[in-house]
């Protein structure tokens, strides 16, 4: 498992919300999975409505998300 951060945006109304995560996951397939999920069930966000710009593997002392935090807290 590696930590990522991803930036892009997606669609909130009429304007497009950016956003930033940081995210534990196998591979980039995988966190483009778990974006379009989170979006998807939080904020009513069609796939095709979400935009990712940038995915980026980061040190995860590099992150404050409490889900990288965790996963790595023993190494």
């Known amino acids: 498992m590696k930590a990522y951060r991803v930036v892009g945006s997606f669609r909130q ?10 995210l534990v996951a ?4 995988g966190v ?13 966000a069609k796939r095709r409505q979400i935009t ?14 409490p889900a990288v935090i965790s996963h790595f807290r023993d190494n």
Request: hydrophobic residues 30%.
């Open 26 to 29: 196998e591979d980039e397939a």
């Open 52 to 65: 990712i710009e940038t995915i980026e593997i980061i040190k995860p002392a590099d992150s404050t998300a």
């Open 13 to 22: 109304g009429k304007k497009d919300q950016e956003f930033s995560m940081d």
């Open 32 to 44: 483009k999975e778990k974006i379009m999920s989170n979006f998807g069930s939080r904020h009513g």
